[in-house]
């Protein structure tokens, strides 16, 4: 620490001397306590962004966003042979020297063992797999020994020892080791997305060592020396509230080599954002951004871009994660003027569609420079799946067609009277919402009132359930594909959060967008795109909600960290990182 | 000292209203006093401006506290912003005008909570003594007993951020000295004549309370409510600071205070303006206490 | 120790166990039903959510689940974190205590130190400058918040003056390890400490004045003994007891002004605990910290009680 802050000082010619540095030690906060590292668990961003330095997939993201193989042999296609002509047998070839950190090594086995233990454990990401056959039984078999309740551990140490001993109602039918270094995966019905899916890292597709995991079922992955996986690296040391080491792992099966021996990342609250940057600074951290850390303070950020010093070291790097508003479509009891496909509904939610000018509020509120206005459609600019700049209709501002829309469906006011907008407090949250209101004052006329909610997990459960007619939403994506959002967020099947009820069955009923949306999901990336285009144009047709903004990351990298970055879903691999002497 | 189980407080001690004389003459004496006090004066022509700047801020402010865009983001002063603007481009001195409300708002209305309150509860347990003197000092220990900021915080997040609740919860923490002191002077004043008299002519217990003792201990009951706003002020400006304050948009300074903070490399004048005008008003309203408690309890100075 | 003192020892440890019952019921009560819990994402929610919460007994009636955390708490054992899950709470927190007594303990000393020194001064030198000077600074310091002194020394300490020397003053703005370094420790504490030590000032330059107006002082000048001799060893003495009588609220007092402090700096302590767990549902943390902090203060003003028969040996029981 001490080292490192001597010769980073501030000082202002501090450049890339060339050549590796002698420590080799990468350290920078992250703003939150792990919540689990459990693959079949984890949730939280910050975790997965350090775990995908533990555990691999079969499959991962290269830096570029490409679908390559890690564990896997190769990326099966119909093509290379490995995906059946119907679409319904996925076959996968294992690479034979992959060991775990512990020096155990993998076999098809581990990955039986690993997918079913990750739906059994029905953890948030366990959908990932739910292209497999057999799936639902073995979520269903997941629940056995966990419906007495109050009891964690005699739930998961149960389930974990039904798991090991192969209780056929814990493996899923679809998932066969045709030898030690070939899986055979029988679909439940032709999947275009499961690749992806199946390769999102420090996910529910990451495979872990049954040895450790039964040692220790509930608490393995907090432990050094228990923690175990594939990936370069593997935790040291982890003091909750204050620290994390990890360090590299010997003689590390993969290629290439990696250079930094050991990562030090201090654990710090978010109201500390200002003097983290502070301490980067001041030399006492390598790089601030990574591990979810990737919104700044917008202060410290406007400072850097007119330093002369810290301009070439702050790099914006726009994130998968797109913010819009959604409006009640779906929840007759919630009210509100929106509820419904009729001509009124749809004209009033366009009139306050209309009414917001997003590039404003991309200007006001970021500065330009935390975020860009969400012009090409819900999915974010860069990802598969994007309309193109300018594409989407519900961006555009136009406050007399505002209006004049408003005028002809409620002429006398009485319908948009006492509108709320919810919203969770925080940066930038807040800004947006007071924009909000003062573009719908200004354009339309309307005091819409704020509803904050300072409690983010209760803001959420409230707006699944449709309990807000205007209510801040958004969505960062996971794998690299249009399912991910359509299926998630819209329609009457949506494995994620319906907040509108927009095409839900007990609302205003949708059949074309959840038949349309069955047909993609089943079709190879080619042949389901235009089908993902018809759904965004039915969306946008339908008003189905407001585009606001798309994310951008801010990352701070001293020009001596080598290889450091990110792209729109995660920072670039540790393994890939070098510190060059200065 | 071995009959009851009490806490030490660092209530100020008051004799005020133990002298039997003339209501008028109090008030009149305490005036003359105040106004040789040039502190207390100052504080006191301060505290007149900020009402009249609460008042005038909900017709008028230079610009509107809450529009978005009136000035560029992070502007620093100038003729035309004369406090600059915010990290919104929204004009500091519109919103610095506009928080002067909630400030007071949350400092006068908790008086007011803690005064209604604290009186009853007082008069209740030093009147009637026995059993419900020791249930409501037993309760009164509880709160003394427990970290006060702590329980404003769980009660702000049970109740919601309005600024009615922010001062139920504020006064939650805060009601028991006010409490403790009416006690006292309730079980010294109920021993005098005039009051013994008063009960031995068949008066009511709600007559004598209000009637006779009630306005005996007036002068240390007002001085304690002064007390007790500068105190509500910054438990409010603390709430507001971590997060949970009145809700946005509406400025309140202790929030102005914490948006400042997250800027403070890039300019300070958003987070040094409602820091100042939080210190000089608590300070104002704790000089005007001091030269009231003086002017009314002359012993006390020195 | 007189049975009168043993008694009264009793019924305030009775009082503090009365409080600690009715406050963690109450906290308990409290959180517990807030909207929202500690596993809720936009990947996890209807029958999924409901599942979980059965999983960790959520879903039962608050007095029972009370029961189980009650049976564990008298055992010390808090139970385990939702937040970063299985994490056992209790070592946690005890760490967390004690970073947040260095501070505190910290604050405390520049509190009393300051704030004597101050009121003795002032008290010495009644109705001169110094007198006025000392009284309105204590009035200042017990009105400007702590949160503005703090961001105040963050700016100038941690910012201006490093950047002014080009690097060579380095306040370090941030903690790095579980306890602060006395640098570290430095502007938070007295940010701290300075806001209470402005009554202790007033208290002491009362007491002293009191105390000064008293025959056996007047004795002792009559005796010959130089001013400062008998300032010291008898109004000092005496003006110990108000404030000592002023430590338990002080105590307070700085509880809650660390909650903002450890926020501002960062300090891994109890304060910035409790803000993060009331909004991480993370419900035992919560009233597990409410409940040590109020055990603290019933300990704090048991022992100040107990101190005053130290200093002033007429006080009984």
Redesign the interface.
């Known amino acids: 620490?001490l080292t490192v802050?001597a010769c980073g000082?501030?000082?202002s010619t501090s450049s890339s001397g060339g050549g590796l540095a002698s420590s080799q030690v990468l350290h920078f906060p992250v703003l939150q306590?792990?919540?689990?590292w459990d693959p079949g668990?984890m949730?939280?961003e910050v975790d997965t962004e350090l775990m995908q330095n533990v555990y691999d997939n079969l499959w991962r993201f290269d830096d570029k966003l490409n679908t390559i193989p890690d564990i896997a042999v190769d990326v099966p296609s119909t093509t290379n042979g490995e995906i059946s002509a119907d679409g319904m047998t996925v076959t996968v070839k294992l690479k034979q020297n992959v060991k775990f950190s512990n020096g155990d090594p993998v076999t098809s086995k581990d990955v039986l063992y690993s997918w079913n233990r990750s739906v059994a454990l029905?953890g948030?990401?366990r959908s990932n797999l739910s292209g497999i056959a057999g799936f639902s039984d073995v979520q269903t078999a997941g629940?056995t020994f966990?419906?007495k309740?109050?009891?964690?551990t005699a739930?998961r140490t149960q389930t974990e020892a039904h798991l090991a001993s192969g209780d056929p109602k814990f493996m899923m039918k679809g998932l066969v080791a045709t030898d030690p270094y070939t899986v055979t995966i029988t679909l439940s019905s032709p999947c275009g997305w499961c690749i992806a899916a199946w390769s999102l890292q420090g996910s529910t597709g990451s495979i872990v060592d049954e040895k450790v995991v039964m040692a220790d079922p509930?608490?393995w992955w907090?432990k050094p020396g228990e923690q175990i996986g594939t990936g370069a690296y593997t935790l040291s040391a982890y003091?909750?509230?204050?620290s994390i080491v990890f360090k590299q792992v010997p003689n590390w099966w993969g290629s290439p080599k990696p250079t930094l021996t050991e990562i030090d990342i201090?654990i710090?609250?978010p109201?500390?954002q200002t003097?983290?940057d502070?301490?980067w600074e001041?030399g006492?951290y390598d790089l601030i951004g990574y591990g979810g850390d990737s919104t700044q303070p917008q202060a410290d950020i406007l400072r850097y871009q007119s330093n002369s010093t810290f301009k070439d070291q702050v790099t914006l790097v726009p994130k998968g994660r797109t913010t819009w508003l959604s409006f009640n479509i779906g929840y007759p009891a919630t009210g509100g003027p929106f509820v419904g496909e009729s001509a009124a509904a749809k004209g009033l939610r366009m009139a306050f569609a209309l009414a917001v000018d997003k590039s404003a509020l991309a200007s006001t509120v970021c500065h330009n420079l935390t975020c860009a206005p969400a012009t090409g459609g819900l999915i974010t600019k860069g990802l598969i799946g994007y309309g193109g700049d300018n594409s989407d209709p519900l961006a555009k501002f136009d406050a007399t067609q505002a209006k004049s829309l408003l005028h002809q469906f409620d002429p006398n006011g009485s319908l948009t009277a006492n509108l709320k907008y919810s919203y969770n407090t925080g940066a930038p949250n807040d800004a947006v919402a007071s924009f909000l209101q003062g573009q719908w004052q200004q354009n339309l006329g309307i005091n819409v009132a704020l509803d904050p909610h300072?409690?983010?997990?209760?803001?959420?459960?409230?707006r699944?359930?449709g309990k807000f007619v205007m209510s801040r939403d958004g969505?960062q994506f996971d794998y690299n594909h249009p399912q991910d959002w359509f299926d998630?967020l819209w329609g009457s099947l949506a494995a994620?959060?319906n907040t509108s009820g927009y095409a839900d069955p007990t609302g205003d009923p949708n059949p074309t967008y959840d038949s349309t949306l069955a047909k993609a999901d089943g079709e190879a990336i080619d042949q389901a795109l235009p089908l993902y285009k018809q759904l965004s144009q039915q969306l946008e047709t339908d008003v189905a909600y407001i585009p606001l903004y798309y994310s951008v990351g801010q990352f701070m990298i001293h020009p001596y960290v080598k290889g450091a970055g990110s792209n729109a879903q995660a920072d670039f691999y540790w393994d890939e990182i070098s510190i060059q002497s200065h | 000292?071995?009959t009851t189980?009490v806490?030490?407080?660092?209530t100020t001690e008051y004799s005020g209203g133990t002298i039997a004389r003339e209501q008028v003459s109090l008030w009149r004496d305490g005036w003359r006093r105040l106004r040789r006090n040039k502190?207390a004066l100052a504080a006191v022509i301060y505290l007149a401006l900020l009402v009249l700047v609460a008042i005038v801020s909900f017709f008028w402010t230079p610009y509107k506290p809450n529009f978005i865009g009136a000035c560029d983001t992070y502007q620093t002063p100038s003729p035309a912003h004369l406090f600059g603007c915010d990290e919104l481009g929204r004009d500091s001195l519109s919103r610095l005008m506009a928080g002067t409300q909630v400030s007071l708002f949350e400092g006068v209305g908790t008086a007011l909570i803690v005064l209604v309150v604290g009186v009853t509860v007082g008069l209740i347990a030093g009147y009637f003594r026995g059993v419900v003197d020791a249930i409501i000092s037993?309760i009164i220990?509880?709160f003394?007993?427990?970290?006060?900021?702590?329980v404003a915080?769980?009660?702000v997040?049970?109740l919601g951020q309005g600024l009615v609740n922010i001062m139920v919860a504020i006064s939650a923490t805060i009601w028991m000295d006010m409490a403790r002191l009416v006690r006292g002077q309730t079980l010294s004043i109920r021993e005098r004549e005039y009051v013994e008299a008063a009960r031995a002519s068949g008066a009511k217990s709600g007559k004598i309370l209000f009637g006779h003792i009630f306005p005996n201990a007036l002068g240390p009951i007002i001085v304690q409510a002064t007390f007790i706003i500068?105190v509500a002020i910054?438990t409010g400006?603390?709430l507001s600071?971590?997060g949970l304050g009145v809700p946005p948009p509406q400025a309140d300074w202790g929030g102005m205070?914490s948006e400042g903070?997250a800027a403070?490399?890039y300019v300070?004048h958003i987070?040094m303006f409602p820091?100042l005008a939080?210190?000089v008003t608590?300070?104002a309203?704790?000089?005007f206490g001091?030269g009231l408690r003086d002017a009314f309890d002359p012993r006390q100075r020195? | 120790m007189t049975r009168?003192t043993l008694i009264?020892i009793g019924?305030?440890i009775l009082?503090?166990i009365?409080?600690l019952l009715?406050?963690s019921f109450g906290?308990f009560a409290?959180?517990h039903?807030?909207?929202?819990?500690?596993f809720?994402?936009?990947?996890?929610?209807?029958q999924?959510?409901k599942?979980?919460l059965?999983?960790?007994?959520l879903?039962?009636p608050i007095p029972i689940q009370y029961w189980?955390f009650l049976k564990g708490a008298v055992h010390g054992d808090l139970g385990t974190s939702l937040?970063?899950?299985?994490?056992a709470i209790t070592p946690?927190v005890i760490r967390?205590l004690s970073v947040s007594m260095e501070l505190g303990g910290s604050a405390l000393l520049i509190t009393v130190g300051l704030g004597m020194l101050f009121g003795v001064l002032a008290a010495m030198r009644?109705?001169t400058w110094v007198d006025y000077l000392l009284t309105?600074l204590a009035?200042?310091g017990?009105?400007?918040?702590s949160?503005?002194l703090a961001?105040?020394g963050?700016?100038v300490f941690?910012?201006w003056l490093?950047d002014i020397t080009?690097?060579a003053f380095?306040y370090p703005?941030?903690w790095?390890?579980?306890y602060g370094t006395l640098a570290e420790l430095s502007v938070p504490a007295i940010a701290l400490g300075l806001y209470t030590s402005g009554?202790v000032t007033r208290?002491t330059r009362?007491a002293m004045?009191d105390v000064v107006q008293q025959d056996y002082i007047r004795t002792a000048r009559a005796k010959g003994l130089k001013e400062r001799v008998v300032t010291l060893r008898h109004a000092l003495r005496n003006a110990m007891i108000p404030v000592t009588?002023?430590l338990?609220?002080l105590i307070?007092g700085i509880?809650?002004?660390s909650?903002?402090i450890e926020?501002?700096?960062?300090i891994?302590g109890l304060g910035?605990?409790?803000?993060?767990s009331?909004?991480?549902?993370d419900y035992n943390v919560?009233v597990g910290?409410?409940t040590i902090?109020?055990a603290l203060?019933?300990v704090a003003?048991l022992g100040?009680?107990l101190l005053y028969t130290v200093i002033d040996p007429r006080?009984?029981?």
Request: charged share 15%; proline share 6%; glycine share 8%.
């Open positions: 620490m802050a000082g501030g000082s306590d792990p919540k689990t668990l949730d939280a029905r948030p990401y629940k966990c419906a309740g109050a009891d964690v739930c509930v608490n907090s003091t909750p509230k204050q201090d710090k609250d109201s500390t003097t983290n502070a301490a001041q006492s300072p409690d983010a997990s209760a803001f959420i459960s409230d699944l359930v969505w998630n994620g959060a | 000292m071995a189980v806490t030490p407080v660092p502190l037993l220990n509880i003394y007993g427990i970290p006060t900021l702590l915080l769980v009660l997040v049970l500068p910054l400006a603390f600071f971590l205070a903070t403070i490399r300070t987070v820091s939080l210190s608590l300070l309203f704790n000089f001091d020195r | 009168g009264y019924q305030r009082l503090i009365v409080t009715v406050v906290v409290a959180v039903s807030l909207p929202g819990n500690a809720v994402s936009a990947h996890l929610h209807g999924d959510l599942d979980l059965h999983q960790y007994g879903d039962r189980d937040q970063i899950q299985g994490e946690l967390e009644q109705n309105t009035v200042i017990y009105s400007i918040p949160f503005v961001t105040l963050l700016l941690g910012l490093h080009g690097g380095y703005i941030q790095t390890g579980t009554q208290i009362a004045l009588s002023i338990g609220p307070v509880i809650a002004g909650v903002v926020n501002i700096f960062g891994p910035k605990e409790f803000v993060r009331i909004t991480a549902h919560t910290v409410f902090y109020a203060i019933g003003n100040v009680d006080i009984r029981y």
